[in-house]
């Protein structure tokens, strides 16, 4: 299943230059409450909390693309309620407007009306998907409103009866990391006093300006953690609460350990998620490229070409399911195209329809894209990438011709797409 076959690369890992050190992934500490489970009624709804500098959203795009799960973002459904009652509305300026209509009807944000938009979201669902609720908002406004963020038993206690709550997903960040960068927050802006009492312009540099987005991030999460306390309250009664640390920022090891844990529901990945191919024509060039320093899973293609697929579309469709049906902590793929039936002289007969991003230049290089296992500086080889808008990224070398690279990734894209909706 997948590219079971291919080998995982680990030269230079245990390097005696004394230049390349192993970088050991942190240990991803998660707490699971004895009450966790995926309950057998569908829909199985998870509530998802996490606050500024948890990277919450990307985790869920990546959740529902690996998992097949849909998302409820509430600050959506929010304003998309709300909009409706504003008078002449102007899409522009939407969230300005009902902002100011919450002034003066602060109750339209009361959490049972709230739940209720979550309901109606929830039922336009596919029934038969794990439905991740995102339910705390990015706008600080709605944070404020206390008729939202309130004592929630009783409007809980009735959401509940319509759709059971499986369980809370809560990305946290450790009171310590907190009280660090807090620390750290503090002597920046005294050591940016002293130093604007010495210059009489007192001209804001760059680094003040990072220092005060610095410290509006430290408001908002203090805001935030003020804001969730009630809700988690409630599920930490129950012992429904699923947390797990992201203090470190590794995300590839975030990643892994989320995985791991919907695994153990038998949730089956249909998707890599951010994956990274590199492609060459043969081995030789393929050893060109530097990827002794990184995790990546060599895959030589004519392996996994079944019999009858003879057409470069087909031909790169059998490379889909290999990587599809791979295990989703994997990642950075290199792809053998040697002895395939696809060369570098390969005429091109399809257009470019998909929305595409290329990249080429000195910054192009495969540490821009994955993470390093050795911590060595540089990269021997400049690249040639190509994204899609699901944070896809192909790469090749100078010598493939640049047509050829977007016709790869572009029939690539469109097969995994396919392969999804399948």
Request: proline share 3%.
């Amino acid at each position: 299943m997948g590219c079971g076959g291919s080998k995982t690369s680990d030269k230079g890992q245990n390097s005696d230059d004394g230049n390349e050190t192993k970088i050991v992934q942190p240990e991803i500490s998660i707490k699971i409450g004895n009450e966790v489970r995926l309950l057998e009624k569908k829909p199985r709804i998870v509530i998802v909390f996490g606050g500024p500098r948890t990277k919450k959203g990307r985790k869920l795009d990546n959740l529902a693309n690996a998992f097949d799960m849909e998302v409820v973002n509430v600050e959506n459904c929010i304003l998309q309620t709300l909009a409706k009652k504003v008078e002449n509305p102007d899409q522009d300026n939407i969230v300005m407007m009902v902002q100011e209509l919450l002034k003066s009807q602060d109750g339209l944000l009361r959490l049972d009306g709230v739940l209720r938009m979550v309901s109606k979201a929830i039922s336009q669902c596919n029934q038969n998907k794990i439905i991740l609720v995102d339910l705390m908002p990015n706008l600080t406004w709605m944070l404020r409103n206390k008729n939202f963020i309130k004592e929630c038993s009783l409007e809980f206690t009735n959401f509940q009866d319509q759709y059971p709550i499986s369980f809370v997903l809560n990305f946290m960040i450790t009171k310590e990391k907190l009280e660090a960068q807090a620390a750290k927050q503090t002597t920046a802006e005294q050591a940016s006093k002293t130093a604007q009492q010495k210059n009489a312009k007192k001209i804001e540099s760059p680094k003040q300006s990072d220092e005060a987005d610095s410290s509006r991030t430290q408001k908002r999460i203090l805001l935030y953690e003020e804001s969730i306390k009630h809700f988690m309250e409630y599920f930490e009664t129950r012992n429904k609460i699923v947390s797990i640390d992201v203090s470190s920022g590794a995300e590839d090891a975030i990643w892994a350990k989320l995985c791991e844990f919907f695994s153990k529901f038998d949730c089956q990945s249909r998707r890599i998620v951010e994956s990274v191919i590199i492609f060459g024509f043969g081995e030789r060039e393929l050893s060109e490229i530097d990827m002794s320093r990184y995790n990546v899973t060599n895959v030589k293609l004519k392996d996994f070409i079944k019999e009858g697929s003879s057409s470069p579309e087909e031909i790169i469709m059998e490379l889909c399911h290999c990587i599809d049906d791979s295990a989703p902590p994997k990642r950075v793929f290199a792809v053998d195209l040697s002895d395939t039936g696809i060369s570098k002289d390969l005429p091109k007969s399809k257009s470019i329809k998909q929305i595409q991003f290329t990249e080429a230049g000195d910054q192009c290089k495969m540490s821009r894209y994955c993470s390093r296992n050795i911590s060595v500086k540089g990269d021997s080889m400049t690249l040639q990438a190509v994204a899609s808008v699901n944070n896809e990224v192909c790469l090749f070398t100078k010598s493939v011709p640049h047509d050829l690279c977007k016709w790869i990734a572009q029939t690539l894209f469109e097969g995994r797409n396919k392969k999804q909706r399948s």
